[in-house]
């Protein structure tokens, strides 16, 4: 079984960027296909982007593609979210997750972490 940690969230001005991470114990991060998530107050959890166990596939929510992206470093047992130009509709909590199946459906993924909150001001 694997913990997920994540951190790195906090205010940002929209138009800025800032990078969360995720940092997994008890097994390598390698066995695992990621993916992150966020939720905003009052929504469900809404897909972000996602990335192979290998790092060949990775794909993105098309209201974050461009600005995105979800590097990963099995080495270091983590995967960041580097994420650009903010905008004011980005905010929520910021979810990974890690699972045996390469998926947008959070459903999909048994392991979470706490999350991280983003906030974006105008």
């Known amino acids: 079984q694997v913990q997920l940690v994540e951190s790195g969230g906090g205010l940002v001005q929209a138009g800025g960027s800032l990078r969360v991470s995720c940092v997994a114990s008890g097994r390598t991060l390698s066995s695992y296909n990621m993916a992150w998530f966020r939720q905003a107050p ?10 192979s166990a290998s790092a060949i596939i990775t794909s993105y929510a098309d209201t974050v593609k461009g600005r995105f992206t979800i590097p990963r470093h099995n080495a270091e ?41 983003v906030t974006v001001s105008s």
């Open 42 to 51: 009052g929504k469900g959890r809404e897909f972000v982007a996602r990335i």
């Open 77 to 117: 047992n983590k995967v960041h979210l580097q994420m650009n130009n903010l905008k004011p509709e980005d905010p929520g909590v910021y979810y990974c997750a890690a699972g045996p199946v390469i998926a947008i459906d959070p459903q999909m993924y048994p392991y979470w972490g706490q999350g991280t909150q």
